[in-house]
Nanobody, 116 residues
Framework: QVQLVESGGGSVQPGGSLRLSCTVN????????MAWYKQIPGKQRDWVTK??????NYRDAVRGRFTVSGDAAKNTYHLQMDLLKPEDTGVYYC???????????WGQGTQVTVSS
């Protein structure tokens, strides 16, 4: 059984930085995509970054400010968030997609608040 455990997040002033981490506990055979999603109250979760073996895609609103990295030895993925804006506020979820068999998992979510 796969479990995604998130850490990081918190409150920061505009222009500040935060780093989120997501550790994949369990077998990673068949892992095809890692992603970060953001959700604000009353809205559906929207993807922020998506990473496959080929590349990482960033939503336009965060491109140039957010950076995804990974520590393969620890099965941990990071989202470095710089130059944060109030509109980045939300609950961020880590998401993993597997193939053969198809499956997907979510982290528990972590709150990011950007406010002066």
């Amino acid at each position: 059984q796969v479990q995604l455990v998130e850490s990081g997040g918190g409150s920061v002033q505009p222009g500040g930085s935060l780093r989120l981490s997501c550790t994949v506990n369990g077998p990673i055979k068949g892992l095809s995509e890692m992603a970060w999603y953001k959700q604000i109250p009353g809205k559906q979760r929207d993807w922020v970054t998506k990473t496959t073996r080929a590349a990482t895609n960033y939503r336009d609103a965060v491109r140039g400010r957010f950076t995804v990295s990974g520590d393969a030895a620890k099965n941990t993925y990071h989202l470095q968030m710089d130059l944060l804006k109030p509109e980045d506020t939300g609950v961020y979820y880590c998401h993993a997609k597997f193939r053969w068999p198809d499956a997907e998992y979510w982290g528990q979510g972590t709150q990011v608040t950007v406010s002066s």
